[in-house]
């Protein structure tokens, strides 16, 4: 018996042809569904660090399967510190499809676009669920995925005020300038804790490892999330939070800002109120409390990009123009 092992090269550009932002966002939803019904086989990522080897860079790997899909993949995302010298961004990720019942290779999806609106989101269905108020909010982090944050949030949620922080001017400028016409004012905003205390919702979207939102800025009902590898947070945020959120146990117990708190014992398994793929399945309930402070911690998960990628490889299916493959035999 012969057979032909062709697969599908997707581009960047060809993703966003097939995937809008309420695509990614309704994806997104639907697979964080998917794994709070226990659909979905997807172990904790696995972080490879190169610095030590003398390369400024490393990347996750983070494999799974999803059945109502019936498609295997592995999300590769990185950063990598001389992309800038090179006028490339800092994040670059790659997604592979593959057949879960012969291993053959379907597709290999440019990760960039679908990493980036994966991310953003996160936040926007965090806070549809899980916010008393969305009125006022506070980005910290005015970089691409704190744009994709707010722009995903814009699709679900009725805001009045968004606070911009960021340690650079331009930055804020420039996040700023994307929203010409957005039916929400947009501060610039110098000062974290002025913008803090005003808050119903603040997201830090960095590369930081630092105390860049203290416990006394946090007032009652306000939603506090966390999208960064290290510690954004100080540890009074989490301590003095009613409600823990997360999106994945396993992986919040050793990554970002819940790392070191797991480290001294202070947060386990027990810890966690809502995981949201369990709230969407309805195995959960939470109802916004204006009384209550959440944290929630974001740390990513790689089943919705290959969910994203798979749609997109779907979608090409459709499309008579698509013409972009390579023959994994020849």
Not at 110 to 131: V, Y
Not at 256 to 273: H, M, Q, R, V, Y
Not at 303 to 327: G, H, L, Y
Request: net charge negative; proline share 3%; hydrophobic share 40%.
């Amino acid at each position: 018996m012969s057979f032909k092992e062709e697969a599908r090269l997707i581009t960047n550009a060809a993703v966003q042809k097939y995937i809008s932002v309420e695509d990614a966002i309704d994806i997104v939803e639907k697979t964080w569904t998917w794994f709070g019904n226990g659909e979905i086989i997807m172990p904790p990522k696995i972080t490879t660090d190169m610095s030590s080897a003398g390369v400024n860079g490393w990347f996750n790997s983070m494999p799974n399967y999803i059945k109502p899909l019936d498609i295997a993949g592995i999300k590769v995302v990185g950063g990598y510190s001389d992309n800038k010298k090179l006028g490339m961004p800092f994040i670059k990720a790659n997604v592979l499809l593959t057949d879960p019942h012969n291993g053959l290779l379907k597709a290999l999806v440019c990760g960039d676009w679908i990493s980036d609106m994966r991310t953003g989101a996160q936040p926007a269905i965090m806070a549809q669920r899980l916010a008393a108020k969305t009125d006022v909010v506070t980005i910290i982090g005015a970089g691409l995925q704190g744009y994709t944050s707010l722009l995903c949030m814009s699709k679900r949620l009725k805001m009045k005020k968004v606070y911009v922080c960021d340690l650079s001017e331009k930055a804020r400028l420039d996040f700023i300038s994307k929203f010409a016409g957005a039916d929400f004012e947009l501060v610039n905003c110098t000062d974290n804790e002025a913008a803090c205390k005003d808050s119903d919702i603040i997201i830090t979207v960095t590369t930081a490892d630092a105390d860049l939102v203290k416990a006394s800025w946090v007032k009652e009902g306000c939603l506090v999330m966390t999208m960064g590898s290290f510690k954004e947070v100080e540890f009074d945020v989490v301590r003095q939070a009613d409600v823990i959120a997360v999106d994945h146990i396993a992986q919040s117990l050793h990554r970002g800002n819940l790392k070191p708190l797991a480290e001294l014992g202070e947060i386990t398994e027990d810890s966690f109120d809502v995981e949201i793929g369990l709230l969407l399945a309805g195995k959960q309930t939470y109802v916004p409390d204006p009384k209550k402070r959440v944290y929630a911690q974001i740390v990513g998960m790689g089943c919705p990009d290959v969910a994203i990628a798979e749609t997109a490889r779907k979608r090409s299916e459709e499309d008579s123009t698509f013409n972009s493959f390579f023959d994994m035999q020849g």
